[in-house]
């Protein structure tokens, strides 16, 4: 810990930065997994659960580490990171999702 406030705001603003940047790449990588007609329901759905699964990690460390040590704990949570980065790895690239052009009705005559 740092007894520096231009330290700390500094490191603040370079966590905030990284966190901030992580965001941003990642919804523009599951806007191309969906094609046009469901890319914000599919987006959305994805980021939510992420969100709902994620609530649940803190009661899930604080119990294992009160039945048995923190060590478990954390190598539990370790353990789900690395299934999720090999998901990841898994995931098809974007590239390959076409846009489709959208529905337009023809325009009538008329002033």
Do not use: D, H, K
Request: charged content about 5%; hydrophobic content about 50%.
């Amino acid at each position: 810990m740092t007894q520096s406030p231009g330290a700390f705001l500094l490191g603040s603003v370079a966590a905030f930065g990284i966190c901030t940047s992580f965001f941003g790449l990642f919804g523009g990588y599951l806007a191309g997994l969906f094609p046009t007609e469901v890319r914000a329901t599919g987006a959305g759905l994805c980021f939510n659960v992420g969100r709902g699964v994620s609530a649940c990690a803190p009661f899930l460390l604080g119990s294992l580490a009160s039945a048995g040590s923190l060590g478990t704990g954390l190598l539990v949570c370790a353990g789900f990171f690395l299934l999720a980065a090999t998901t990841l790895m898994g995931l098809p690239p974007t590239a390959v999702t076409r846009a489709v052009a959208p529905r337009v009705a023809p325009a009538r005559g008329g002033t």
